[in-house]
T-cell receptor, first 117, second 118 residues
Framework: GAVVSQHPSRVICKSGTSVKIECRSLDFQATTMFWYRQFPKQSLMLMATSNEGSKATYEQGVEKDKFLINHASLTLSTLTVTSAHPEDSSFYIC?????????????FGDGTRLSIL | AQTVTQSQPEMSVQEAETVTLSCTYD???????LFWYKQPPSRQMILVIRQEAYKQQNATENRFSVNFQKAAKSFSLKISDSQLGDTAMYFC???????????????FGGGTRLMVKP
């Protein structure tokens, strides 16, 4: 089946560091990719939607300059957390739409646990 | 805008028993999809079951079945013969009907944490 690879799975870094998270669709072209943030014991919160070759659409309350999203190709989207601070610590999940078949609307990556010290 | 509500933050069930997770939603759309996702401690998102709103027949997938009440905007998940591996967070989700696999957004409920006890 379709696979979405998200890397890295875990990041621990110092405050002020910028962190890049990659989301790749391995065996299909993803017309749209989604980035979610999840706090412990809470639901997935959609941060932004990105379409290949165009600017991402951010949800209300999400800082565009803090969370930079690039969707340069049909198989790769990146989320960069710029100048990360402890409050940015969270679990980030990407998903890709446009996969084969009609069973699943989105294929999820395994997530990235970001810890800012 | 759509909203999805899961009123049970936590539930527990004995192994081999049956449990039902509740979900209600609000939408002005007439055609849409509903899903149940499972997120085990590994935090992978696993699609459990889906329901097309235009289908009257309730979806089933092995031990998992739904009770879809369109007029009441209710979409509950029944897990039969619960197993320890069913322990997870369960999310109900809504999606508009058009562009099923072309990247339409999912609206998630707040989740229900299910614990299956031995």
């Amino acid at each position: 089946g379709a696979v979405v690879s998200q890397h890295p799975s875990r990041v621990i870094c110092k405050s002020g560091t910028s962190v890049k998270i990659e989301c790749r669709s391995l065996d299909f072209q993803a017309t749209t990719m989604f980035w979610y943030r999840q706090f412990p014991k809470q639901s997935l919160m959609l941060m932004a939607t990105s379409n290949e070759g165009s600017k991402a659409t951010y949800e209300q309350g999400v800082e565009k300059d803090k969370f930079l999203i690039n969707h340069a190709s049909l198989t790769l989207s990146t989320l960069t957390v710029t100048s990360a601070h402890p409050e940015d610590s969270s679990f980030y999940i990407c998903s890709a739409g446009g996969g084969p078949g009609r069973h699943q609307p989105q294929h999820f990556g395994d997530g990235t646990r970001l810890s800012i010290l | 805008a759509q909203t999805v509500t899961q009123s049970q933050p936590e539930m527990s069930v004995q192994e081999a028993e049956t449990v039902t997770l509740s979900c209600t939603y609000d939408t002005s759309e007439s055609n849409y999809y509903l899903f149940w996702y499972k997120q085990p401690p590994s935090r992978q998102m696993i699609l459990v079951i889906r329901q097309e709103a235009y289908k009257q027949q309730n979806a089933t997938e092995n031990r998992f079945s739904v009770n879809f009440q369109k007029a009441a905007k209710s979409f509950s998940l029944k897990i039969s013969d619960s197993q320890l591996g069913d322990t997870a967070m369960y999310f109900c989700a809504f999606m508009k009907h058009e562009r099923f696999n072309a990247g339409n957004m999912l609206t998630f409920g707040g989740g229900t944490r299910l614990m299956v006890k031995p």
